[in-house]
């Protein structure tokens, strides 16, 4: 009788085990810290092995009762289905830097449908925190917790977002979630809560008007769907993410989307005003000081996006099939060729969806393509820049992002007459990955 009450102890407990493997949900109080709750799969292997000492002498589980091993047969196919949807489920983080055209991108995401739970740049909100708490972002406290806060998204768990976020979310249920009206998924029904007129207004989704978002809805909705997506520009350095991917509940594939350097400050010059303002008095007469420090934050910006990509076009073994480089100009150019080959990259499904979406957002009027806006004339936005910036400001970012337009092929201009000539491209032909 011993022996059997203790044999239904411990398939109690294996039963236990795996309930909370499955529901469990990491809490994190230090955001600098960022502790993490591993959540390894259960060694099923190891419950025949279990001796119980039973009159002095050692008795394996296995041969004292068949229904041990039949509950055993049934954990083990339990682990089998387990294992089998974490391989199929796809994590995709598109990786980029601002005026590159990655919400546009990012759209082939959002697009999906519902088996993809899409978010737009969550890391904004630590990025934010962590300046307001130190004066300014330490890089490496910053890649830290851009890691371990996108780990967390992609098991679905927003705890640790939540404690980036200010005002700190009341009973998981904030207001302040950064465009979350730019994620399909946190507009879906299932996630939206009531809506009350005149209190909420300034909160609501795209396709429907919702009050504030319940973050435990969010993560339920999320480990729903069978892929996951995220779009950052705040990730400044690919090596800092190899934990993601070493992380055996995720299976992540990294795109990284580049666009020619002059034409990423021409759009910044436009879209940020105020913090371009040297720049554009630069542009309007003197010469560049190649000391100042703007100067020398577009040369750092350039050093990062080249030696993520160089680390990851050459391919290490941790990266190996989990890296894509795609040039903005070439997505611009043909964006359906583009886009079938990053969704042949991931390994989900091409939709038509998302073919109708970017057939349709590819030819927009010049009306509808404002600053931020996702709806483009994708093959006039390639040459738009060359109009708009002045030879001597190209000048400048070619000399000091030499490297970086060489490695992603994009053509010095040695002239004002050879900037504006349409005739001239200053795209170079050039095959980044082999899919």
Request: with cysteine; aromatic share 10%.
């Amino acid at each position: 009788m011993r022996i059997k009450y203790t044999i239904s102890i411990v398939f109690f407990v294996a039963l236990v085990i795996i309930e909370k493997e499955n529901n469990i949900i990491s809490r994190v109080s230090d955001k600098l810290t960022l502790k993490q709750t591993p959540q390894t799969p259960l060694q099923l292997s190891g419950f025949s092995h279990i001796l119980l000492k039973h009159n002095g002498s050692s008795t394996s589980l296995s041969k004292m009762d068949p229904a041990f091993l039949q509950m055993k047969q049934r954990l083990e196919n339990y682990s089998e289905h387990q294992e089998v949807m974490t391989r199929a489920r796809k994590h995709i983080l598109l990786l980029a830097t601002t005026r590159t055209g990655s919400s546009f991108v990012g759209e082939f995401f959002n697009q999906q449908g519902d088996n993809m739970f899409y978010l737009f740049e969550p890391l904004w909100h630590v990025e934010k925190m962590l300046t307001l708490e130190t004066g300014g972002t330490n890089a490496t406290a910053a890649a830290k917790a851009y890691r371990d806060v996108l780990k967390q998204l992609f098991l679905c768990d927003f705890s640790l977002l939540e404690s980036f976020l200010d005002p700190l979310p009341v009973d998981h249920i904030t207001t302040a979630l950064f465009r979350r009206e730019s994620s399909s998924s946190l507009c879906e029904e299932s996630v939206c809560s009531p809506f009350i007129k005149g209190v909420f207004e300034r909160y609501h989704c795209r396709t429907r008007r919702c009050g504030p978002l319940n973050l435990t809805m969010a993560s339920e909705s999320c480990l729903q769907k069978e892929h996951r997506a995220i779009k950052s520009v705040r990730v400044r350095q690919l090596e800092t993410l190899r934990p993601l991917v070493e992380d055996p509940r995720l299976d992540v594939k990294f795109i990284q989307l580049v666009r020619d350097p002059r034409a990423v400050l021409a759009s910044r010059m436009v879209a940020f005003a105020a913090k371009y303002k040297n720049w554009k008095q630069w542009a309007m007469g003197g010469d560049v000081p190649i000391d100042d420090e703007e100067v020398r934050k577009l040369k750092g910006n350039c050093d990062n996006i080249r030696m993520s990509a160089e680390i990851g076009l050459r391919q290490p073994l941790w990266l190996r099939g989990r890296y894509m480089l795609v040039r903005y100009e070439d997505i611009a150019r043909f964006p359906m060729r583009k886009a079938t080959e990053m969704y042949r990259f991931t390994g989900i499904p091409f939709t038509p969806q998302v073919k109708s979406w970017i057939l349709k957002n590819t030819q927009a009027s010049k009306e509808t393509s404002g600053v931020y806006s996702t709806q483009k004339n994708s093959s006039q936005q390639v040459e738009k820049w060359r109009f708009s910036l002045p030879f001597k400001i190209a000048q400048v970012v070619q000399k000091v992002c030499g490297p970086t337009l060489k490695l992603f092929g994009y053509k010095f201009v040695s002239s004002e007459e050879m900037l504006t000539d349409k005739s001239v491209s200053l795209i170079e032909d050039k095959v980044f990955n082999f899919l």
